[in-house]
């Protein structure tokens, strides 16, 4: 079973356009990203997917695998299928370019629920937290899921889901943390899809799956994740770093 890591790496984003090529520590956020995922140890490959040939220089000048993108994508998924489309693997992980504090335990875990359903019941698998600070919880910038008992996906939002009608019935919120693994065939079809109704409303990918019936295992996790979204963002996971150096 081959499995691979694609980094998506877009240079423009509408809070913080260039973010990527901002530093943390002594490299930009998208080569610790990138040598994060690469140190986990998990992957025969770990790929940066970019339209910037800046973010395509930084990754091959530290010996990196990065990949120019052709074309205009809705989503990153879209560009990491564009690029992956005629490569002979069972599974690829996408992970963001600005999350540089990636986790090799909630990755493992993620990378096990796929290697163990034997009958590919799970065409997905992506990892939740649980979230109690109601700031977060009414966050339309913090995506909200909610799971079945057997912790399949239900429904993605922006909006504090599940609704509390009765104070006294006690709610479980969960975050959802943006890292995914494919089956390829998964993602393949994925891509030939349309962009659907919910999708375009909540701008959550997710929810082209579960329109189209495909089932997305959540893995519980307590790893929290941080996306460098801001320049706040950035600044806080400065501290961090320096921290941990």
């Not at 005629?86 to 986790?103: A, K, R, S, T, Y």
């Amino acid at each position: 079973m081959k499995i691979i890591a694609v980094i998506p790496a877009r240079y423009e984003a509408k809070r913080f356009s260039g973010k990527l090529l901002m530093k943390l520590g002594n490299k930009t956020i998208i080569e610790q990203t990138y040598l994060s995922v690469l140190s986990t140890g998990l992957f025969e490959d770990v790929y940066v997917v970019t339209d910037d040939e800046r973010i395509f220089s930084v990754i091959n000048d530290i010996g990196g695998k990065a990949i120019m993108s052709e074309g205009d994508f809705e989503c990153g998924s879209d560009r990491i299928a564009s690029a992956i489309i005629n490569m002979d693997i069972d599974i690829v992980l996408n992970i963001q370019g600005d999350e540089p504090f990636i986790n090799k335990t909630s990755l493992s875990n993620l990378l096990d629920s796929l290697k163990t359903d034997t009958n590919k019941k799970i065409s997905l698998a992506s990892l939740m937290t649980p979230i109690i600070d109601l700031k977060l919880i009414e966050d339309p910038n913090t995506v909200k899921v909610i799971v079945d008992k057997e912790n399949f996906a239900i429904y993605f939002s922006r909006l504090p889901l599940p609704f509390r009608r009765d104070e006294l019935v006690p709610v479980s919120y969960y975050k959802h943390i943006g890292v995914y693994a494919f089956r390829k065939s998964a993602l393949m079809e994925f891509y030939k899809q349309s962009m659907t109704p919910l999708e375009k409303s909540e701008k959550i990918e997710c929810l082209r799956y579960i329109e189209n019936g495909k089932k997305i295992k959540m893995i519980p996790t307590s790893f929290k994740g941080l996306s460098i979204d801001t320049h706040a963002d950035l600044e806080y996971a400065k501290l961090i770093w320096d921290n941990n150096e």
